[in-house]
C-alpha cells in the first residue's frame, strides 16, 4: 500500500540507548509488510521516500528489527548447511549434561538471523553495497530452541568516502531476546551507496 514510503510518527520515551534517538521500526505486518514506522520527535506523520542512502543515516538514528524465533528446524538445517554439528546443538541428551542444560543455538546462526532481519523490507535495499567489518562482537548469552530474537542497530559513526558513490557506516548492535536480555553485541561496518548525483 505504501509502497517504497517511510512514514513518520511522534517518538515515545525509550528505556534504552536509542531514547533520544530517531528510531525506524521494521515491522512484519502481513497486510503492510513494506510499512516501518520513522519514530521522530516533534514530526507528524508523514511519507518520506526508501531506501535509505548514507545521506539520510546519520549518528543517533536507530533501527529496530522484528523478532524471529529460532526453532529447532533452523538449527539443524544450518548445521547441515555448515557441518558444524557439535553435540550441543544438536543432540538433545548431551546438552543435558552442560552447564547450559539443554541444546543451544549455534552463535553464527543467531547473527546471520539477526543481518537478514536488517535486511527486512525495502529501507536499505539497494543502498547497501558492502558488508565490511565485524568489530568486538560479543556472544553474551545463549540462545535457546523457542527464543525470539530482535536488534536494534544504532548509527554510531558516519565516514564519507571522496570520490567514491558510497560511505562507510558504523552500526552498533544489539540483539535481544524475548526477555529483553541481551545476548550479542557488537558493531557492524558496511557501505553504504550515496545518492545519484553524489560523490
Not at 542444560?101 to 553464527?108: D, M, N, P, S, V
Not at 536488534?151 to 558513490?165: C, H, I, K, S, W
Request: charged share 20%; aromatic share 8%; glycine share 8%.
Amino acid at each position: 500500500m505504501f509502497g517504497s514510503w517511510l512514514i513518520l510518527a511522534i517518538a515515545h520515551e525509550l528505556p534504552n540507548a536509542c531514547q533520544k534517538s530517531f528510531i525506524i521500526t521494521l515491522t512484519t505486518n502481513a497486510q503492510f509488510s513494506q510499512s516501518i514506522s520513522w519514530f521522530a520527535p516533534h514530526n507528524p506523520l508523514v511519507p518520506i521516500p526508501m531506501p535509505l542512502f548514507f545521506e539520510d543515516l546519520h549518528p543517533g538514528l536507530c533501527l529496530r528489527t522484528p523478532g524471529r524465533v529460532i526453532t529447532e528446524d533452523d538449527v539443524t538445517a544450518f548445521a547441515s548447511l555448515t557441518g558444524d554439528d557439535n553435540p550441543i546443538h544438536t543432540d538433545a541428551e548431551f546438552a543435558k549434561t552442560t552447564p547450559f542444560g539443554q541444546r543451544i543455538a549455534h552463535g553464527l546462526l543467531g547473527l546471520s538471523i539477526i543481518l537478514g532481519l536488517a535486511s527486512h523490507g525495502d529501507i536499505l535495499k539497494g543502498s547497501v553495497l558492502a558488508f565490511r567489518e565485524i568489530v568486538n562482537w560479543k556472544f553474551v548469552k545463549p540462545v535457546f530452541f523457542g527464543d525470539t530474537l530482535r536488534a536494534e542497530l544504532e548509527v554510531r559513526e558516519t565516514r564519507d568516502l571522496p570520490g567514491m558513490q558510497a560511505g562507510m557506516v558504523s552500526l552498533h548492535i544489539k540483539v535481544r531476546n524475548q526477555h529483553d536480555e541481551t545476548v550479542m553485541k557488537g558493531v557492524w561496518k558496511a557501505l553504504i551507496r550515496k545518492k545519484e548525483g553524489s560523490a
